[in-house]
């Protein structure tokens, strides 16, 4: 079955060891949960799925759709059909919601034309009202004083425009209200086509009110330690960690400081690269 496979997955970051054989399928038209507490290395996963400069991978695989993900740059990650919905998406004043979504997408249109300026509008404008975004979003520099709700709106727009394979959305309820999860929940569940296979890391069970899940595994000292169903994640949402814990005998479950758990775009796409 077509879909992303990851197997004894090790990553380090300035020599610190983070991902310490991480073995996880996200088939084609499933949704597979994440959840772990703070310094696990959930986002450090995002990071290394998506090719993020700062980590090295140290042994182990990826391949998508049979092919070998990590012998590709990051943009051929994204033309493949890889896509990330960040927790804390970079501002990039300058550069339009409009055009940056273009340009991804015709990226994506190797060997065809690009989508014609028509059909385009008509799908951003679709997607912003489904999304019940600003009609000036397409002309708004992208994410540049946005709330940190519309960030999220926004990546799950971009999400839409694109069309990914797999999707990785990492901590995309964190900061949102009910009226807005429900959105974006909608939202994603309007993509889940039998196609779309989607990673979902979060720490809350509410999100899974929105979009259910197939599989739900817990996250602890770098690599998968219990799956289940959406019951797991029910449980932990009452009872918190401390029994997995004391089941397999794990007394310290971090492998990271929390403010490396965060995702960046490089500097070059930032603010202060542009001041």
Known sequence: MAGLRIENLHAEAEGHRILRGVDLCIDAGKTHAIMGPNGTGKSTLAS??????????????????????????????????????????????????????????DARREGEKNIPLFRFIKQLDDAVAALKMREDLPHRYLNDGFSGGEKKRNEILQMRMLHPKIAILDEIDSGLDVDALKIVGDNVTAMKDGKLGLLLITHYQRLLDYISADKVSVMMQGRIVKTGDESLMKRIDTEGYDWIKEELGIEDERVVPDDDERVFLEKCATKEALE
């Open 48 to 105: 290394v799925i998506m090719g993020h400069p700062r980590y090295k991978v140290t042994e182990g695989k990826i391949t998508l759709d049979g092919e070998d993900v990590l012998a590709m740059t990051t943009d051929e990650r994204a033309r493949a059909g890889l896509f990330l919905a960040m927790q804390s998406p970079a501002e990039v004043p300058g550069v339009t919601n409009s055009d940056f979504i273009k340009a991804a997408m």
